[in-house]
């Protein structure tokens, strides 16, 4: 998640954004001052502060936005189209003439942006629209000679169109009204599925032309003078073919004619069909088909109105963003779904900032029981005390909340396969919401209570849980470094009563202890990115039990999103709250996928104790090795993986199989080489013959790197463009093995243009920590997907904040979604500088900013945006 950020930050919201950024992944450590130094005289009164901003790498913008300062080609043409590489994630913006903030584009608009790219078959391009609820924007893509190929025009936050073939494409965003930032995808195709369940309406998708599915409003079904279902249906030129007034019901019309009595009815005036998709007469009819629904979920009267949608037996989970969580076959969950998929009878305490308890992918799997310790009024946000109610209040203030709590109880037991948003490691385990932490964190004691509550000990609350309704699991994504000997005695009693803890290591990438993932008896996680190394912010050192998916920057699978951890959330900033879903990286992240893998053990042994656990772990049943041979201070005793965890827990028999991360990689325009890992699920001896495996194109060489014995370990692919022309390319890598074969798909773009990674024009900001007010802002442009940026003239001996955004649609927010930010040294733990001398290297990263609504079919929900303002 990207939090909020100002380019003019009043007084109280500069100190209610401080204090998110200071407690966002709620590790309540200080961090350091970093940097380099650079001597200056003792008795000078200023210093000079300097450092860079860094572009993620598969990261651009729009060429034609609306800011100003931002450099301007214009791309509102198939003739003008701008060129992409594969795989990108863009930063655009697209407005109708007179909407939006004033700019550039205000009085003429740019309600068109086009943009020309390789794809591989399957590919998927996605558009996630910023504002959506005050701006309607459709996704088209076209072959390189204008033929339409696809078009998705839903009213949600999302679109998707797939690429059916290699080939050049042109993808159009059009704004139809309105004005928003937005977020363009392009990679592989994980996200396919994403846009139908988030109010897509895509001509791929398979449906039946010439039907919708309709429910009426209650309050319709009662008012007016037509109540007869089949008359309401006539009403909109359209027959009733089944259902009935107080449920859905199907309904026919004619899906061919231009001139059809339903599109009268409705007003679809424009656009109604087309001559230039009159060579495809089944692309046209879904086209006329998608218009209708369209026009009739513009209705007051209308509660849905969807396509109806031709279904097939899946084999994974069928929630939407399901294809964005590499992070769960990276520990092998599909496998282990296959032996359980968790009990209710299984409880995880969360105890964190609370959860959303109405949050609809998770507010089903909450138990009755769970409380409210942060007892200090000032910290509570609440207005009291301790109490009965653990929802999140917000742990900062209005627009600026991380709902971290949410995201880590998303990631334990998220509602899976219910066609809702993310899956949750233990699909069938209950979460027990426990609050200790709220405006700047938490206190020591306050914890304790949340532990003691959580593992039926005697506590503040003077509720004892019995042994039917306490916690078997508690996951803390919290800590400080400082150690406590109470703290270590609650731990103690909690595990003498049976409950397993697990916490997070840490995010300072630092060897210091922090607790209480350094008290014995806890099992403390370290996180990795999606190549399976340690993540660059994670933690080490001796206390490090396990390691876990945690995400990192970067887009390493090709799939045009950064490599990031997706779960619920929420975003507060109109007043009220919006449930959503947004990625995170950290080892709170990690933390609850441990915690949901022990979950899945308890359901199949629910008398798993602490000491059984340790044991396990120790011994590496239920973890992969990586790192050095056996247990290291990186990772732990391993990675932990699902399909082993479970079928150690259920005593069964592993069968042996040959495994391969990534299966997918996207070498885009750019890149050489990609790392991949081959390994075996199970104890029996497999063999793998380097000299057999195989690739089918002539640009690609694979050769093993570090191999074991059995040949398992690290191959390296290369690719050569050498001799190449422009265009998109794919080959399948073949490693067999005495037991089963697998495959990975690696796919390749060559381009004569060179790629530069950009987030666009931004506005770094020096603030003075003390009183909250700006010294300076520098405006920067990116030079090789870098922004330098310098103040000088800073007072000596203060302390101070470093901010950087984009304002791609001028309207002098910074924090937007779709926009770009980030903060010294990172977004997720902004620590001051101190500025005792010249200081060079504060260098951090910005990023696109996204999340996706769990409300995108609803248009009737109001999403507004934080009000943080930069300088004019």
């Not at 050192?541 to 090709?558: E, K, Q, R, T, W």
């Not at 992969?624 to 965890?645: E, W």
């Amino acid at each position: 998640m990207a939090p909020v950020i100002d380019r003019l930050l009043g007084q109280e919201k500069l100190s209610r954004y401080i204090l998110i950024l200071l407690s966002l992944f709620l590790l309540l450590a200080t961090a350091g001052c970093g940097g380099g130094g650079g001597s200056s005289p003792a008795n000078t009164t200023t210093v000079t502060l300097s450092g860079s901003v860094l572009v993620p790498s598969g990261v651009t913008i729009d060429s034609d936005v609306n800011d100003p300062n931002e450099t301007y080609i214009a791309n509102d043409s198939l003739a003008t189209a701008q060129a992409l590489p594969n795989p990108i994630s863009l930063g655009g913006y697209v407005n109708v003439a007179g909407t939006g903030a004033s700019g550039r584009s205000f009085a003429g608009g740019d309600a068109d942006d086009y943009f020309q790219v390789q794809c591989n078959t399957g590919d998927t391009i996605s558009l996630t629209i910023a504002d959506y609820t005050a701006a309607d924007l459709d996704l088209s893509l076209y072959e390189s000679d204008g033929t339409p190929v696809a078009e998705s025009i839903g009213t949600g936050q999302s679109e998707l169109v797939t690429a059916p073939a290699t080939d050049t494409y042109i993808a159009r965003v059009n704004a139809k009204s309105g004005a928003s930032n937005y977020i363009l995808a392009i990679g592989l195709s994980s996200i396919a599925g994403i846009g139908s369940k988030v109010g897509t309406l895509s001509t791929q998708y398979e449906f039946v032309p010439g039907q919708v599915v309709v429910h009426f409003k209650k309050s319709a079904r009662t008012a007016g003078p037509i109540q007869r279902p089949s008359d309401r249906a006539a009403a909109m030129g359209m027959a009733l073919a089944a259902g009935a007034a107080d449920r859905e019901m199907l309904m026919t019309f004619d899906d061919t004619d231009p001139q059809t009595t339903v599109g009268q009815a409705l007003g679809i005036t424009k656009g109604w069909s087309r001559e230039e998709i009159a060579h495809d007469p089944t692309l046209e009819r879904k086209i006329n088909t998608l218009r209708v629904i369209k026009a009739l979920r513009q209705r007051n009267d209308i509660l849905y109105a969807e396509p109806n949608y031709i279904l097939h037996p899946y084999t994974i989970p069928d929630d939407p963003l399901y294809g964005l969580q590499w992070n769960f076959p990276q520990i092998n969950l599909p496998l282990a779904w296959d032996y359980t998929t968790g009990d209710i009878n299984v409880i995880v305490a969360v105890i964190d900032t609370g959860v959303l308890m109405n949050h609809p992918d998770l507010s089903d799997h909450l138990t009755s029981t769970g409380y409210d310790f942060v007892s200090q009024v000032s910290m509570s946000n609440d207005g009291d005390g301790i109490d009965a109610d653990p929802e999140d209040p917000g742990d900062s203030g209005p627009g600026a909340n991380s709902f971290h709590g949410t995201h880590c109880a998303g990631l334990v037991a998220a509602e899976t396969d219910n066609l809702t948003g993310v899956a949750g490691v233990g699909w069938n385990t209950r979460i027990m919401p426990v609050r200790v932490l709220g405006v700047g964190g938490g206190t020591s004691y306050d914890v304790r209570q949340g532990i003691r509550y959580a593992a039926g000990l005697n506590n503040d609350s003077g509720i004892t849980l019995d042994a039917s309704q306490r916690a078997d699991i508690i996951s803390l994504s919290l800590g400080s470094e400082g150690y406590d000997a109470t703290t270590q005695g609650v731990i103690d009693d909690a595990r003498t009563n049976g409950v397993i803890i697990i916490a997070a290591a840490g995010n300072d990438s630092s060897s210091t202890p922090t607790y209480p993932a350094s008290y014995d008896g806890v099992i403390s996680v370290s996180a990795v990115n999606i190549n399976g190394t340690l993540a660059s912010y994670s933690n080490y050192g001796s206390y490090i039990d396990v390691a876990a998916p945690g995400g990192d920057a970067g887009d390493s699978n090709g799939d045009g999103y950064q490599d990031l951890v997706w779960s619920t959330c929420g975003d507060d900033s109109s007043g009220s709250i919006i449930y959503n879903y947004q990625s995170m990286a950290g080892t709170s992240m990690a933390t609850p996928h441990v915690a949901g893998v022990v979950a899945l053990m308890k359901a199949l042994a629910p008398a798993l104790t602490p000491a059984d656990l340790d044991a396990l772990l120790a011994s590496g049943a239920i973890t992969s090795d990586i790192g050095t041979v056996g247990r290291d201070n990186y990772y732990g005793y391993g990675l932990i993986d699902a399909f082993k965890a479970v079928a150690a827990a259920g005593s069964n028999s592993i069968p042996t199989v040959l495994n391969a991360s990534p299966t997918l990689v996207n070498l885009g325009t750019s890149s050489i080489g990609a790392t991949v890992t081959i390994s075996k699920i199970g104890t029996d001896p497999i063999s793998v013959n380097p000299d057999d495996v195989s690739d089918d194109a002539d640009w690609l060489t694979v050769t093993s790197t570090a191999i074991d014995g059995e040949g398992l370990g690290t191959y390296t692919l290369h690719a050569d463009r050498t001799g190449l022309s422009d265009g998109s390319y794919a080959a399948t890598v073949t490693f067999p093995s005495s037991e089963n074969p697998v495959t990975i798909q690696v796919n390749l773009q060559v381009s004569s243009a060179v790629a530069e990674y950009n987030a666009g024009y931004h506005y770094v900001l020096l603030i003075d920590a003390d009183d909250n007010s700006i010294l300076a802002q520098d405006e920067v442009q990116a030079a090789g997907g870098i922004y330098s940026y310098s103040f000088s003239q800073v007072p000596r001996g203060g302390t101070y904040f470093i901010v950087a955004g984009s304002d791609r649609d001028n309207d002098y927010y910074i924090d937007n979604p779709g926009e770009s930010v980030g903060a010294y040294p990172t977004l997720d733990q902004i620590s001051t500088v101190e500025a005792t001398d010249n200081m060079s290297g504060l260098d951090f990263f910005t990023n696109l900013t996204l999340s996706i609504s769990t409300t995108g079919l609803d248009a009737e929900e109001d999403e507004a945006l934080p009000q943080f303002m930069r300088l004019h």
